[in-house]
C-alpha cells in the first residue's frame, strides 16, 4: 500500500510539472507571435485592405445609428431631414462623375479639411468620385458591406507621383489617430476613405491644423534661416568681385582722366561712372578707383 500511494503521488508530481510546463512554453510562444505580428505591422504600414477594415467600417456606422440607404427616395429624404450635406466644388475640391454629392455632415468636413491641406501642397483640387451610393445603385464589383450607402464613405482620384505620395502619408497618418479607415483600390484604382463618426469631431480637426500650423512655421523658420544664409554667403562674393574688379590710385601732379585711361586701357566713362564724377575735373592728392575692364 505504501509503494503504490507514493507512486501515485509522484506520477500525480509529475503531471503537475509538465502542465505547468506546457502552460509556461504556450504563453512564451504566444507573446512572441505577437511581438512578430506587432513588428510586421508596424514595417508593412500601408493602405491595403484586408476584412478587418471592411469590419470596423462596418461597426462603426453601426455604433454611429447610421442606416444604410437602399434607394434613391431614402437617400432624398435623407437629404431633406438634414442627415447628408452638400459636397459642393470649391477651388481646392472638384467632383467628377457623382450621382449624388451629399455626405455625412463629418465626412464633409473632413474632405473640405483635406482638400485645403492638399491644394497648398500640389496647388491643384482634390477630385472626388464617389460620395453616398444607395444599395440599389452599388457597382457590380463593390462589396455587400459597403459603408457607402451610410454616407460616411469617399473615393478620391489617384494624383501623380508627388501629391499621391503625400496623400498617402496622410491619409495614413490619419488612419494611425483613429479618423479614418484608407484603402488604395486597383479596380478602378482610388483612394477608398471612411470617416470613424464616434471618433472624429471639431476639436480634433482643431488639433490637425494646430499641428500642420506648427510644422509649415518651423519649415520656414528654417528656409528663412537658410536663405538669409545663402543670401550672405553671395553678398560676400560679390564684394570680393568688386573688390578684385577695381584698384585705387592717387592722383599725381598732371594727371587726368583721359591720361589714366590711356595708362590703365580703360575708357573715361567707366572711370567716371565708378567714382561718380559729372565731369573730367580731379584734384591732385584725389583718391580713384581705376576698373580692370570696360
Known sequence: MKLSTQK??????????????????????????????????????????????????????????????????????????????????????????????YAHPKLHSLLNRLGRLYYKHCRSPLVITSLTRPINEQPRNGSKRSVHPAGIAADLRVPPYACRKWLRNTLL????????????????????????????????????????????????????????????????????????MTKTYRVRRGDSIWRLSRRWHVSEKAIKRINGLKSSHIELGQVLKIPNHG
Open 173 to 244: 497618418s490619419w488612419e494611425t489617430q483613429g479618423f479614418i479607415e484608407a484603402t488604395r483600390e486597383k479596380r478602378p484604382p482610388h483612394f477608398h476613405i471612411v470617416i470613424i463618426p464616434h471618433r472624429l469631431n471639431t476639436t480634433r480637426l482643431a488639433q490637425l491644423k494646430a499641428t500642420q500650423q506648427q510644422g509649415r512655421k518651423k519649415r520656414s523658420k528654417s528656409s528663412r534661416y537658410t536663405k538669409n544664409k545663402h543670401a550672405n554667403r553671395y553678398a560676400k562674393r560679390r564684394g570680393q568681385k568688386t573688390s578684385r
Open 8 to 101: 501515485l503521488s509522484f506520477c500525480l508530481f509529475r503531471l503537475r510539472v509538465i502542465s505547468l510546463l506546457t502552460i509556461v512554453l504556450g504563453l512564451t510562444i504566444m507573446g512572441g507571435l505577437d511581438q512578430l505580428h506587432a513588428k510586421r505591422g508596424k514595417a508593412s504600414a500601408s493602405l491595403r485592405g484586408s476584412s478587418r477594415s471592411v469590419d470596423r467600417q462596418v461597426i462603426a456606422a453601426r455604433r454611429s445609428g447610421l442606416k444604410r440607404y437602399k434607394s434613391r427616395q431614402q437617400v432624398l429624404r435623407a437629404i431633406r431631414k438634414g442627415h447628408l450635406k452638400r459636397v459642393r466644388p470649391k477651388h481646392y475640391l472638384q467632383l467628377s462623375n457623382v450621382s449624388y454629392p
